[in-house]
């Protein structure tokens, strides 16, 4: 059992390009999100979705895509980075019932946008 | 609007020495609390789910509790394994049940 995996663990850009962050769960979790994590900023919900096919916005979508063709994957894509993106990012997945505090974490994928 | 507010930002302990982390929490309804603890360069694990208050749950030095207001991380003699950041999260009745996540309380054990 996997868990959560993200890849790639970290990247660096150039501002202006674009790149997509993935995550794959095995736990046939219905519920997938991202966040991102700032120093003094705590963990910033991007985007989630609660079942294939179905995404809706966060707290702070701007720059990012989402989409969720299977129940495994949820790839979280950069349309044009900025340097304003560089952080590290977390996927996560839980059931999508009063369980979805219970959040299973991937290790992470560190971003710096030049 | 929601607010989850974690206390003290940064807390440093001698092993053995017991303290309380905060964890207080404005919602129009809780429906859970949930603690995790996040390892340096590692996503967050979770600990402890909590629903009402009066409710307690323990996993060997911590003991997570829970009133109408906050909740409060008992770590009690604390082992420099114990080091980490701890982060708590509420998920309000009725709407979406996406969990708001506080800034996280870092913990630093020495021996």
């Known amino acids: 059992n996997a868990g959560v995996t993200q890849t790639p663990k970290f990247q660096v850009l150039k501002t202006g390009q674009s790149m997509t962050l993935q995550c794959a769960q095995d736990?046939?979790?219905?519920?997938m999100s991202w966040y991102r994590q700032d120093p003094g900023m705590g963990l910033r919900l991007i985007h989630y979705s609660v079942g294939a096919g179905i995404t809706d916005q966060g707290e702070v979508p701007n720059g990012y895509n989402v989409s969720r063709s299977t129940t495994e994957d949820f790839p979280l894509r950069l349309l044009s980075a900025a340097p304003s993106q560089t952080s590290v990012y977390f996927c996560?997945?839980?059931?999508?019932?009063?369980?979805?505090?219970?959040?299973?974490f991937g290790e992470g994928s560190r971003l710096t946008v030049l | 609007e929601d607010q989850v507010t974690q206390s003290p930002e940064a807390l440093r302990l001698q092993e053995g020495e017991s303290s309380s982390l905060n964890c207080s929490y404005t919602?129009?309804?809780?429906?859970?609390l949930f603690w995790y603890r996040q390892d340096p360069g590692k996503g967050p694990e979770f600990l402890f789910t909590?629903?009402?208050a009066g409710e307690e749950k323990e996993k060997e030095r911590l003991k997570a509790t829970l009133t109408k207001k906050e909740s409060f991380l008992h770590i009690t003699a604390p082992k420099p394994e114990d080091s980490a950041t701890y982060l708590c999260a509420v998920q309000k009745l009725g709407g979406s049940y996406i969990p708001t996540f506080g800034r996280g309380t870092s913990l630093i054990v020495h021996p």
């Open positions: 996560a997945s839980s059931y999508w019932t009063a369980n979805t505090g219970e959040l299973f």
């Open positions: 909590l629903y009402s």
């Open positions: 736990m046939n979790h219905e519920y």
């Open positions: 919602v129009s309804g809780l429906r859970g």
